[in-house]
């Protein structure tokens, strides 16, 4: 079954300097790439799972982010088009999402760029428990990086993600 989540580690790094000057405040990406390096550095996990694999042991600093990049505009597609895509490019894991909503069902394909092969290709889910799934990952994305103090976590779309109700 697909599933998905970002898990606060028991015990947090303090050594985590997360007041590092942003170069550019205003590209989502790189600070979704910032971000996900500080979740990293604090020992932060992200988990992900499905298409015959419990857990495709992703990492957050690059596997998470590349989600994260994807997230607005999956949601927004998903909602105006039906349909939409994440591309986990990261070396080793080189796999595309592509989502496809039918009524209250996402059918969620799996395409591997590797030897890996997803059994079985394509997973369904229900729409509404998908996008509770994809803004609970925001959310607690936005969480983390104002637990950690990170200035990021009041910019947009990062600080609206803080005041969402999930």
């Known amino acids: 079954m697909f599933k998905f989540a970002l898990i606060c580690p028991k015990q947090m ?8 000057p942003l170069e ?15 979740l990293a550095a604090a020992d932060y996990r992200f988990t992900l799972g499905g298409f015959g694999s419990d857990d495709w042991n992703l990492d957050v600093e ?7 990049e994807g997230l607005p505009d ?14 986990l490019y990261a070396q080793g894991v080189e796999r595309v999402l592509k989502f496809s909503r ?18 079985p290709p394509i997973e369904y889910c229900d729409y509404v428990e998908l996008e509770v799934m ?3 990952l925001a959310t607690n994305f936005a969480h ?9 976590a009041r910019l947009e779309p990062f600080s609206k993600w803080l005041r969402e109700e999930v």
């Open 13 to 20: 790094k303090s050594t985590v300097d997360s007041q590092e």
């Open 24 to 38: 550019d405040d205003g590209d989502y990406e790189y600070l979704v790439m910032v971000g996900s390096r500080l």
């Open 62 to 68: 690059y596997d998470m982010s590349s989600f994260v």
């Open 74 to 87: 999956l949601l927004a597609d998903l909602r105006t088009k039906g349909a939409g895509e994440i591309d």
């Open 102 to 119: 039918v009524q209250d069902t996402v059918a969620i394909a799996c395409i591997s760029r590797t030897d890996w092969t997803p059994n």
């Open 134 to 136: 994809l803004k609970r």
């Open 144 to 152: 983390a990086l104002h637990r950690l103090s990170s200035p990021i």
